[in-house]
């Protein structure tokens, strides 16, 4: 059964601690997505990658890491610097035809992380 | 920088009526326009696309029509169900809309 996890769904942290997402995909899509969706503002994406140990920020990296080791993989760290980590964070993958010409994207169920 | 503008922010219609969602995007590069379906406390989810060299596209009671000219694009759903009630995203390329909170009153 193909698809994209994130686990946990929900998450809870103390202020001040490091804590990481996960994301799989067994899709074989090339490109993995990281956006973080806040009540009325859309998805804003935090970070992406296209190809193994390649990743680039997104529009609100800042507070946040990722690695990309593996093609199934994408993990995102969200750190102490991030001043508002609270939100819902998901992950998305997708194919990249020829061209760079951009496709559906495939969305994991989310997670919600609470910072206390 | 780029953006995408979505609107209305929030739709209530009746069973049975029409629901149209607008999206103006700024890129004239972009050339992919998916419309996505987020229900409550899950992942978005594609529900119709359409590439920048196709006016219209329509898929049983959902269609979406895009003007590359005045750089807009918009989401038509016909005799709405209550199972339509959800958020939808547009995009253009990898930039997403704000979102559309839908509600279909029974």
């Known amino acids: 059964d193909g698809g994209i996890t994130q686990s946990p769904k929900y998450l809870f942290r103390k202020e001040g601690q490091n804590v990481t997402l996960s994301c799989e995909q067994n899709?074989?899509?090339?490109?993995m997505y990281w956006y973080r969706q806040d009540p009325g503002q859309g998805l804003r994406l935090i970070y992406y990658?296209?190809?193994?140990?390649?990743?680039q920020k997104g529009d609100i990296a800042e507070g946040y890491s990722v690695s990309r080791e593996k093609k199934e993989s994408f993990p995102l760290t969200v750190t102490s610097a991030q001043k508002n980590p609270t939100a819902f964070y998901l992950c998305?993958?997708?194919?990249?035809?020829?061209?760079?010409?951009?496709?559906?994207?495939?969305f994991g169920p989310g997670t919600r992380l609470t910072v206390l | 920088g780029e953006n995408v503008e979505q609107h209305p922010s929030t739709l209530s219609v009746q069973e049975g009526d029409s629901a149209v969602i607008k999206c103006t995007y700024s890129?004239?590069?972009?050339?992919?326009f998916p419309w996505y379906k987020q229900e409550l406390g899950k992942g978005p989810q594609l529900i119709i696309d359409i590439r920048s060299n196709v006016g219209e596209k329509k898929d049983q009671r959902i269609a979406v029509t895009l003007n590359k000219t005045a750089k807009h694009f918009s989401l038509h759903i016909t005799e709405t169900q209550p199972e339509d009630s959800a958020v939808y995203f547009c995009a253009a390329t990898d930039l997403f809309g704000t979102g559309t909170s839908l509600t279909v009153i029974p």
């Open positions: 890129d004239s590069a972009s050339n992919y």
């Open positions: 998305a993958s997708s194919l990249i035809a020829a061209g760079n010409s951009y496709n559906e994207q495939f």
């Open positions: 899709l074989n899509h090339d490109a």
């Open positions: 990658s296209q190809i193994v140990n390649d990743f």
